[in-house]
């Protein structure tokens, strides 16, 4: 409507401010993520699908709105009552499981490479599945937000719960790393001081049962078991020296002491990371009110002006072709382009996608 108010009767300035704003979305889509980028999208093709029509039969511009508006507005309450009461299905078992499958992924790591030192292989199969648990786990809560009064006064422990997950997980890797330098350089030793204490962090995660913590409630014991051995830590690497030969000399002392400071990290990482778990299965927990760092995901700017450009150079191109020629159905391929460039500009490729 503000387009048409400007332009009404210059159509070659009402085509280039409709292009525009295409641009426009398509940079917010660019910049943004999930449901806020698809947004964007929304808004910038569905301008162009009724712009055009608007401005051909002007004085119908308000009705064609006000249309358009109703069957959008009504669609939403129509596939919000079904889905609410007909056919009801939340995305809250899918944040469960997700959850829960990323507690036991890592318990599965930490067994793996702290208890059996053979997660090599494992430690590189599973860093870029890790990666896409975070992501996923970020999309999941992003959606239950809005879905779920359970999930939503749980967010705050769940975005901790994915910031602790990745901290835990990246220093699980130094620690493995370690104790791979450790092996490569000869101290045995060391190694064998080690294993004791790393056998007692795996059953500290471990419930009663001897098996990992497979939904919140049952975390809980692991969680006061895991900070009681971080608590009484001192104790436990005066034993891991003392298991040293007495032969041993300062080098592998130095080493002892920095492998057991990596393996304490671990240890209070993994005890947070619990602890958080542990608190989903109550509705109000004080690590709500935490301060934890979060899950951000960092956009590149240039990319999503370099991709409201493109998309305005595109549409620009294909509507001086139809205005030139006078191509009859011109109309159509400049609203597939504007629906091409909102919809694909988030795709790996977009020419292909497109």
Known sequence: LLFLSLFAQQRDLFMLA???????????SRWLR???????????YTAYIIGYPAYVHADAAFDIAVDRLAA?????????LIGAVIFPRSSTPDLVRTVRKSFLDFYSLIEQTVARNNGRDLLHRTR???????????????ASFFESPESRIRSHRLRRFNSEFMMASTTLHVVHRLREDLAQ????????ALNPLNNTFLHALQ????????????ALPAALQLATLAANWESHAVLAHARLPATASDTEHIELDGALAMLHQLVVETRDYTETFASLDSPRSPREQEKSLGLIAHADGLMAVIAGLRAMLALSAVSIFWIHSGWADGFSAAL?????????VNAPIPVLAA
Do not use: K, M
């Not at 959008?72 to 919000?80: D, E, M, N, R």
């Not at 350089?185 to 064998?192: I, K, T």
């Open 185 to 192: 350089r000869g101290f045995d030793d060391v190694l064998n």
């Open 207 to 218: 419930t009663r049962s001897g098996h990992a913590p497979g939904s919140a409630a049952a």
């Open 128 to 142: 870029q599945d890790f990666a896409q648990q975070v992501i996923s786990l970020e999309e999941v809560r992003n």
């Open 34 to 44: 999930n449901f806020q980028a698809y947004g964007f999208v929304l808004a910038g």
């Open 18 to 28: 409709l292009t525009a704003w295409i641009g426009l979305c398509v940079a917010g």
């Open 72 to 80: 959008v507005t009504l669609g939403i309450l129509c596939s919000g």
């Open 336 to 344: 597939l382009a504007a629906v091409g460039c909102a919809l694909f």
